[in-house]
């Protein structure tokens, strides 16, 4: 009898989990994966791709190799592709409403790009206070919000050792980078993605592995309640002992998150609310970075990927990847910093 009543406990945890991954579906669990397409856009050859953006105003993605301090843009329309360097890592791109220039955030310098003249220039919009360190941090992901505030996070290169980073906002028109969430309430800042209609910021931090839910105020930044603490849940936390952090992120039409996990060889999509794996695309890389939508109708998901080394790198490692989903397509172009 004992053993009987455990075979049923087994079989309703089973059901239990496939529930969990099967809730609220939608069309992208519909789509079979013979009908996913996943190809090499770009042979780019970064050390460590990131933060692909999409510009619809030139339809140009952009994207950077951090290690490599190069900033890349493709525009898939032409197969034209130019880089260009900058003196220092390069975390994240920023368009702006003027399409001759770009934002580059550096180690503590956001930085006016000039794309036609192919140079970084010294013109910074903002600086990070000495206090916030120097040394051994820079910028990681960012992006602007809907409304167009700028939300970018800094990080530690040490973050594996306990090293914690920030959140921070920079309003139009504002030189000062206000501090949105304090190293106690931040480890390491990562993935942004925004739905306005429910009034929420999703965020990533890599270091506990989780993707969260913010309540978002006016602006789309990350809001505190009454009592002064953020209002958060967590959207899906699987645990890897770092093996596979949870890294870049996007949205689609339908409110669910892809996430490109590094060192898992795979983007994966999840429901914004249950947390269900509603989708997994595999790739031919091992260490996916980051993903965007981009193209004209939005339905290309671009994914930068990072060096492999050893018997099992694969020969196009570090290139820029094109995913495509039936259905499946990006709620809008990147959202510009007016400058």
């Not at 919009?125 to 919000?145: C, L, Q, W, Y």
């Not at 139009?172 to 942004?192: A, C, D």
Request: proline share 6%; glycine share 12%.
């Amino acid at each position: 009898m004992a053993n009987r009543v455990m075979g049923w406990q087994s079989r309703i945890e089973e059901f239990r989990h496939f529930y969990h991954d099967c809730i609220s579906i939608g069309c992208s669990m519909a789509t079979s994966q013979d009908e996913v397409t996943v190809d090499l856009a770009l042979e780019a050859r970064c050390d460590l791709g990131e933060s692909p953006v999409w510009d619809g105003k030139t339809n140009t993605l952009y994207f950077v190799d951090i290690n490599g301090r190069t900033i890349h843009g493709f525009q898939p329309e032409t197969g034209e592709h130019f880089t260009i360097k900058a003196d220092e890592p390069t975390g994240t791109i920023v368009p702006t409403n003027d399409p001759t220039k770009i934002l580059v955030a550096t180690q503590r310098d956001i930085l006016v790009v000039d794309v036609p003249g192919r140079k970084v220039t010294k013109q910074a919009i903002a600086t990070t206070p000495e206090e916030h360190g120097t040394e051994g941090f820079r910028f990681n992901d960012g992006k602007v919000s809907p409304s167009g505030t700028l939300l970018i996070g800094r990080m530690s290169n040490k973050w594996r050792k306990g090293e914690r980073g920030r959140q921070y906002r920079l309003d139009p028109g504002s030189s000062t980078l206000v501090e949105v969430m304090s190293p106690e309430e931040v480890h390491l800042p990562n993935g942004i993605a925004w739905d306005g209609a429910k009034g929420v910021v999703y965020f990533i931090d890599s270091s506990t592995e989780e993707v969260r839910a913010y309540a978002a105020d006016e602006q789309g930044i990350m809001r505190r309640g009454e009592d002064g603490a953020l209002s958060w849940r967590t959207v899906t936390h699987r645990p890897s002992g770092l093996a596979t952090v949870p890294d870049g992120m996007t949205i689609d039409t339908d409110g669910n998150l892809w996430v490109a996990h590094g060192e898992s060889g795979e983007v994966t999509c999840y429901h914004p609310e249950s947390g269900a794996v509603l989708h997994k695309v595999p790739l031919p890389v091992q260490r996916p970075t980051a993903c965007t939508f981009g193209g004209r109708d939005l339905g290309d998901l671009y994914v930068t990927t990072r060096v492999e080394t050893g018997e099992g790198a694969h020969k196009h490692h570090g290139g820029l990847y094109r995913i495509r989903i039936p259905g499946v397509k990006g709620v809008a172009p990147a959202y510009e910093y007016a400058l």
